[in-house]
Nanobody, 118 residues
Framework: VQLQASGGGLVQAGGSLRLSCAAS????????MGWYRQAPGKERELVAVSTNGGSTNYADSVKGRFTISRDAAKNTVDLQMNSLRPEDTAVYFC?????????????WGQGTLVTVSS
């Protein structure tokens, strides 16, 4: 499974960016796709996830500002980020959970840098 993310960049506080991620390879039995981020000196954290059936989950810090959208048929997941803040600065990683037999594997994209200036 390969995940290719795009859309990062530099934006001023209050601005918007849209991240996109496309998955390829053996995506049979995918369970969820989502976005994580890792700021300098911090651990990787969940930003948003979209599971089968259409349910979504967001980190409290991004609720009301970020929106995740997933196209299950195309194996893509986007993250619309509005009202960006300097604390949103991080490398953003897309992820996919794929279940094989009784084990769930999480695959990662290469990361895309989002920098929000104050």
């Amino acid at each position: 499974v390969q995940l290719q993310a795009s859309g990062g960049g530099l934006v001023q506080a209050g601005g918007s960016l849209r991240l996109s991620c496309a998955a390829s390879g053996n995506m049979f039995n995918i369970q969820a796709m989502g976005w994580y981020r890792q700021a300098p000196g911090k651990e990787r954290e969940l930003v948003a996830v979209s599971t089968n059936g259409g349910s979504t989950n967001y980190a409290d810090s991004v609720k009301g500002r970020f929106t995740i959208s997933r196209d299950a048929a195309k194996n893509t997941v986007d993250l619309q980020m509005n009202s960006l803040r300097p604390e949103d600065t991080a490398v953003y990683f897309c992820s996919a959970n794929v279940r094989r037999s009784s084990v769930t594997f999480r695959y990662w994209g290469q990361g895309t840098l989002v920098t929000v200036s104050s």
